[in-house]
């Protein structure tokens, strides 16, 4: 009798022990599975539900929850776009602190002068308004069918590759994550030199150059 009952106890700690192994291990998955839909970008956030990694230069990033009422297509098309747009305009802001073309003599010394000399008196960002529109327009269809899934058309992508850069689909996806991330720092960067520029009345490269870092 006392062999069978150490034997039962024997038993019984194996299967206890083995129930809290299990346990355990449960845990420890459902933990790295909790601690695996944190945003990589915002640990101590969740990572939005449409934020799956699955976009170039998709690190989870949306705080305010805008990608969980808004179609993902559409707002990567809209950062896309913003973001070429700025990069142009960050280097065009740059250059025209170097040079000025020599039939735009007393041209305004800094870009939000010239916005406001262009936009009172002659009128091009008028004409600028117009062309961007009809681009605008013309290209609402492809977006439109992307979004309502009758195209398998990317974000942003209107097959305009002259280089023949995206040939190979590894540089090609490289090539889309520098593009995401240079178009979100020129967004800043631009924001940062129209503010200096109005508080300052100097251009970026004139700021730095004169040593007055605070307007």
Request: hydrophobic share 45%; glycine share 10%; charged share 20%.
């Amino acid at each position: 009798m006392a062999f069978v009952s150490v034997g039962a106890i024997s038993g019984t700690k194996a299967r206890f022990s083995a129930v809290s192994a299990q346990r355990v291990n449960c845990a420890r998955r459902s933990s790295v599975a909790m601690m695996a839909e944190k945003s990589p970008s915002v640990p101590f956030m969740d990572r939005p539900p449409a934020l799956d990694g699955s976009m170039p230069g998709d690190v989870g990033f949306d705080p305010l929850g805008i990608s969980s009422f808004l179609n993902l297509k559409w707002l990567r098309e809209a950062e896309l776009k913003h973001g070429r747009i700025c990069m142009l305009a960050a280097l065009g802001w740059i250059v025209q602190e170097l040079y000025t073309f020599p039939f735009y003599p007393g041209a305004p010394h800094i870009p939000t002068a010239a916005h406001d000399y262009m936009a009172r008196w002659n009128g091009p960002l008028g004409q600028i308004l117009l062309f961007t529109s009809f681009f605008e327009i013309m290209t609402l269809p492809a977006v439109i069918q992307m979004i309502t899934g009758e195209s398998d058309r990317a974000p942003g992508d209107f097959c305009f590759d002259p280089l023949g850069l995206g040939k190979d689909p590894e540089k090609l996806y490289k090539y889309q994550v520098n593009e995401v991330k240079n178009g979100r720092l020129a967004m800043i960067a631009v924001g940062g030199f129209v503010h200096q520029a109005w508080l300052s009345n100097m251009g970026a490269l004139e700021q730095l150059s004169k040593g007055k870092l605070l307007p």
